[in-house]
């Protein structure tokens, strides 16, 4: 049984509420770390940073979705895909709470699934590739505008928490930029050249594409793949203009539980002092 499709209408484009709530959570707790509202900075970084992530998430997805309407899938917009609503991905686990949780627990921006496209609708390489590519150029795309006060030396009058905050969201879009673009089956890096393989290549790669994003964590875990993974990540962010120093503290002044346990930097708290 086949499925037919209407091509996208306006109702179909509309901004989710949920998206434009999550914005607004995003514009408030940037307002609270700017103003040091009621002295609790890390709750606020924290409420800023996620928020700000999933955004971004939501627009990674969103990328996928419209380069994919604009190469000849109009079943896009009947699933949801463009109205920013995470909850109409396929997979809101993969998606969302997954890649919230890598942040809560490891500080890294890891990459999660994903929209349903169907490849079938769409001819052309180049199409294929791009609409894979999409969504990590639109990390690049946050990082960069995350990192413009440090490479613009635009500071000066700027709250060191905020630069904080700034320059962790910044490690989050690097971090995912990469990862995304790892050419690793189950990664976009793998989508972007997939269409340039061969089919028998891609009939005996297709069985581990569920997988490779396990495996990318699981090696991340591996002291020397760490250790040579956030070097080239902080030589990036250096060439922003974004220090070790100030992604390290931004972990830390997000992580705002430590102060619970005494758990965080003297070093971050004599810096910001």
Not at 145 to 170: E, I, Q
Not at 184 to 211: K, N
Not at 251 to 256: A, V
Request: with cysteine.
């Amino acid at each position: 049984m086949t499925t037919a499709y209407r091509r996208s209408d306006r109702s179909d484009r509309r901004i989710s509420p949920i998206f434009l709530g999550i914005v607004a959570v995003t514009a408030v707790a940037g307002w609270a770390v700017w103003t040091d509202f009621a002295g609790q900075a890390g709750f606020a970084v924290f409420l800023f940073v996620t928020a700000a992530w999933i955004v971004s998430l939501c627009l990674h997805e969103y990328a996928h979705a419209r380069t994919a309407l604009h190469s000849g899938d109009i079943s896009i917009g009947a699933k949801g895909y463009l109205t920013l609503n995470p909850l109409k991905y396929t997979h809101a686990l993969l998606s969302i709470v997954l890649p919230v949780l890598f942040v809560i627990l490891g500080g890294i921006g890891l990459p999660g699934g994903a929209v349903y496209i169907e490849r079938g609708r769409i001819s052309g390489r180049w199409k294929h590739s791009l609409i894979s590519a999409a969504g990590p150029l639109t990390n690049v795309l946050f990082a960069l505008v995350c990192t413009a006060p440090f490479w613009l030396h635009a500071l000066d009058g700027v709250p060191f928490t905020f630069r904080l905050a700034l320059a962790f969201l910044a490690l989050l879009q690097v971090t995912a930029a990469i990862l995304n673009f790892l050419p690793v089956p189950g990664l976009d890096g793998y989508g972007v050249i997939e269409p340039w393989l061969s089919h028998r290549v891609r009939s005996q790669v297709a069985p581990f594409a569920p997988f490779g994003l396990i495996a990318v964590f699981a090696l991340l875990w591996v002291p020397e793949v760490n250790t040579v993974f956030f070097d080239a990540v902080h030589a990036l962010l250096r060439g922003l203009g974004v220090s070790e120093f100030e992604t390290y503290c931004g972990l830390d002044t997000y992580r705002f539980w430590q102060e619970w346990f005494g758990d965080q930097s003297p070093v971050c708290a004599v810096r910001g002092t």
